[in-house]
């Protein structure tokens, strides 16, 4: 029994080394160094290329101010990054050129005016180029209304109460 174990033992040790042995007569196929590399003449290495951005606002005012855009690589709320902000009003849009990675194909934007609030969108790149325009703003009275305690007046100043209609001003600083 002593004998059968052992003999048991032996073999499998031997079965051991033996098929951990090396094959060292294939060597590594392909180049070994950076320099034997075979790249294609028109091989594209960059990672990061450049695009024009222009985002436009469509309007009917004359008084609308100005909106920040902000470009991100996804939605901020979710882990995007800023890549550029600026601003711009309708007849003013936001052109920029800012350089990207290469394997993004989609922006997330963000218009935040000072009347209508904020507008998202998420815009595909065409080419080398992202564009979008926020579509028309609330056309609703922004100025024609104002909350005013009349408490607050200084005398000779006029306090507007007025809520809807047109308001002229004729005098003032």
């Not at 040790?13 to 590594?28: E, F, G, R, V, Y």
């Not at 005012?61 to 009003?89: C, E, F, H, R, W």
């Not at 180029?129 to 009349?150: C, E, H, I, R, W």
Request: charged share 15%; proline share 6%.
């Amino acid at each position: 029994m002593k004998l059968r174990n052992i003999s048991f033992l032996l073999i499998m040790i031997l079965a051991i080394l033996t098929s951990c042995q090396k094959n060292l007569d294939n060597p590594a196929s392909g180049p070994q160094t950076m320099n034997e590399l075979k790249v294609p003449e028109n091989f594209n290495w960059e990672t990061t290329k450049d695009i024009d951005v222009s985002i436009s606002l469509s309007g009917t005012k004359d008084y609308q101010a100005k909106s920040k855009i902000s470009v991100y690589t996804a939605n901020p709320a979710t882990g995007g990054k800023l890549m550029v902000s600026g601003n711009a009003a309708p007849g003013s849009s936001f052109a920029s050129t800012m350089r990207i990675p290469s394997h993004l194909t989609e922006f997330f934007i963000l218009m935040e005016s000072p009347f209508t609030g904020s507008q998202t969108a998420s815009v595909p790149l065409s080419g080398n180029v992202l564009t979008y325009t926020f579509g028309n703003q609330k056309s609703g009275d922004d100025f024609k209304s104002v909350n005013a305690d009349p408490l607050c007046g200084l005398p000779g100043e006029t306090v507007i109460t007025q809520t809807s209609g047109t308001i002229t001003i004729t005098g003032g600083l």
